[in-house]
């Protein structure tokens, strides 16, 4: 009963590199969202997806890339880290009004 | 664009007593959803309570209740008999019922529960 499996945790980027944040749903869910969390912000939408081979942008979309090629798997690329992407990246996964969020991931980009 | 606001930074409340979260949001929306999420050190984002807004009846769960004033579009929580293990960030959510993919959330109240 996995539900969101985000990975990694935690990293530690440098400015300028990249890197992939992982997220899988065993739920069968069509919807798959990315947000971040910062201080005194709550959480913000980054891009969504709402089936295999479908994304859209969210609130917040720039510097991100997503791509959507199985159901199960939606994950988010940082193509050149920049400190103002230091957050807490949640996935998510919804059925209707039901959303389920992975742990997070807290990136921290020096 | 909906909006939610969250006009409490941080709460504190003694052990065993009420506390109550205020939250209010902004849409011309019709029909929709509200949350409220628990989010405790761990980070986990954890589901409280939902409200359906076509529904009057105030959603409640164990020592959790809202109230819902949808005219006023306020939606707060009340915790009853509060318990250190309440302590977290508390987020309250907006869901659109046209578009389930556009959650709005508040900036959060930190609420301490003392012993």
């Known amino acids: 009963n996995a539900g969101v499996t985000q990975t990694p945790k935690f990293q530690v980027l440098k400015t300028g590199q990249s890197m992939t944040l992982q997220c899988a749903q065993d739920m069968n869910h069509e919807y798959m969202s990315w947000y971040r969390q910062d201080p005194g912000m709550g959480l913000r939408l980054i891009h969504y997806?709402?089936?295999?081979?479908?994304?859209d942008q969210g609130e917040v979309p720039n510097g991100y890339n997503v791509s959507r090629s199985t159901t199960e798997d939606f994950p988010l690329r940082l193509l050149s880290a920049a400190p103002s992407q230091t957050s807490v990246y949640f996935c998510?996964?919804?059925?209707?009004?039901?959303?389920?969020f992975g742990q997070g991931t807290r990136l921290t980009v020096v | 664009a909906q909006t939610v606001t969250q006009s409490q930074p941080e709460m504190s409340v003694q052990e065993a007593e009420t506390v109550t979260l205020s939250c209010t949001y902004d849409?011309?929306?019709?029909?929709?959803?509200l949350f409220w999420y628990k989010q405790p050190p761990s980070r986990q984002m954890i589901l409280v309570i939902r409200?359906?807004?076509?529904?009057?009846q105030n959603a409640t769960e164990n020592r959790f209740s809202v109230n819902f004033q949808k005219a006023a579009k306020s939606f707060s929580l009340k915790i009853s008999d509060s318990q250190l293990g309440d302590t977290a960030m508390y987020f309250c959510?907006?869901?659109?019922?046209?578009?389930?993919?556009?959650?709005?959330f508040g900036a959060g109240t930190r609420l301490t529960v003392k012993p």
């Open positions: 409200q359906e807004a076509y529904k009057q």
């Open positions: 849409t011309s929306e019709s029909n929709y959803y």
């Open positions: 998510a996964s919804s059925r209707g009004s039901r959303a389920f």
């Open positions: 997806s709402v089936g295999a081979g479908i994304t």
């Open positions: 959510a907006f869901m659109s019922a046209t578009d389930n993919n556009d959650m709005r």
